[in-house]
């Protein structure tokens, strides 16, 4: 099993910005994909932005040019640097990751944070 750590939500007025870290740990061998979505009161959970093992990443179309996500392979740690927040991205921020444990199983498996509240007041 992996663990998750999530860190850096808050309340931020809008135009302001923040940081969101997650760290993985766990008998990891590789972690193939790290990201974050994001749940607001009364939504559905969507997709924010996600990275790849091989730098790739995904934006959603609301964030593209505002958000920036990167990883540290070292620290099995994906950040999220959220630039020029608006209220509508007021929401719980969900690590989401999937890996494959050192079990010689082969197997992928997915993971979710807790969740990490950003409230960005008008």
């Known amino acids: 099993q992996v663990q998750l750590v999530e860190s850096g939500g808050g309340l931020v007025q809008a135009g302001g910005s923040l940081r969101l870290s997650c760290a993985a740990s766990?008998?990891?061998?590789?972690?193939?994909?790290m990201g974050w979505y994001r749940q607001a009161s009364g939504k559905q959970r969507e997709l924010v932005a996600s990275v790849r093992n091989d730098g790739s990443t995904v934006y959603a179309d609301s964030v593209k040019g505002r958000f920036t996500i990167t990883r540290d392979t070292a620290k099995n740690t994906v950040y999220l640097q959220m630039s020029s927040l608006k209220p509508d991205d007021t929401a719980v921020y969900y690590c989401h990751v999937a890996y494959t444990l050192r079990d010689g199983l082969a197997a992928q498996y997915v993971n979710w944070g807790q969740g990490t509240q950003v409230t960005v007041s008008s």
């Open positions: 766990g008998n990891i061998l590789s972690l193939h994909v």
